[in-house]
């Protein structure tokens, strides 16, 4: 199974590991799943993970952050994905992800967002709570 993880289950999963995101960000860890990687994904990973506050919770500097985007980067199925195929109106900054999980053709999206997930009827697209419902966990 291929899964795109937005920005929101990473952060949240590193912030709280024992969370719904933590697990999710576990069974990865375990190989029950591929994750599908992308340039705008990891970019806003990046910028999120450099936030003070969560820099200062996670006690990572500049480096440990860029070798975390490297780790995904080696661990994950990179799509250098520049055809823009989907659109959120709700919001347009989560555009290139719903491309992506066109584009790449993962079977799923796993976003806490409100904007991707108002889309499950058209898309893929999971809650933290239904992917983990999914795997049986």
């Given at each position: 199974m291929r899964v795109i993880l937005d920005t929101n289950v990473w952060v949240s999963g590193l912030l709280f590991p024992h969370s719904n995101a933590g697990k999710i960000l576990k069974e990865?860890?375990?190989a029950r799943f591929?994750?599908?990687?992308?340039?705008?994904?990891?970019?806003?990973?990046?910028?999120?993970?450099?936030?003070?506050?969560?820099?200062?919770?996670?006690?990572w500097d500049e480096a440990k952050i860029q070798n975390y985007l490297d780790f995904l980067m080696f661990f994950a199925e990179f799509i250098d994905s520049k055809e823009h195929?989907?659109?959120?109106?709700?919001?347009?900054?989560?555009?290139?992800?719903?491309?992506?999980?066109?584009?790449?053709k993962a079977d799923f999206l796993v976003s806490g967002d409100n904007d991707l997930l108002s889309l499950k009827e058209e898309y893929p697209v999971l809650s933290i709570i239904e992917y983990l419902n999914r795997m049986g966990r």
């Amino acid at each position: 199974m291929r899964v795109i993880l937005d920005t929101n289950v990473w952060v949240s999963g590193l912030l709280f590991p024992h969370s719904n995101a933590g697990k999710i960000l576990k069974e990865w860890q375990r190989a029950r799943f591929e994750i599908v990687v992308f340039p705008y994904l990891l970019e806003e990973i990046g910028r999120v993970l450099a936030y003070p506050k969560i820099k200062k919770r996670l006690q990572w500097d500049e480096a440990k952050i860029q070798n975390y985007l490297d780790f995904l980067m080696f661990f994950a199925e990179f799509i250098d994905s520049k055809e823009h195929s989907g659109h959120v109106e709700r919001d347009p900054n989560d555009s290139p992800i719903l491309s992506a999980l066109i584009n790449s053709k993962a079977d799923f999206l796993v976003s806490g967002d409100n904007d991707l997930l108002s889309l499950k009827e058209e898309y893929p697209v999971l809650s933290i709570i239904e992917y983990l419902n999914r795997m049986g966990r």
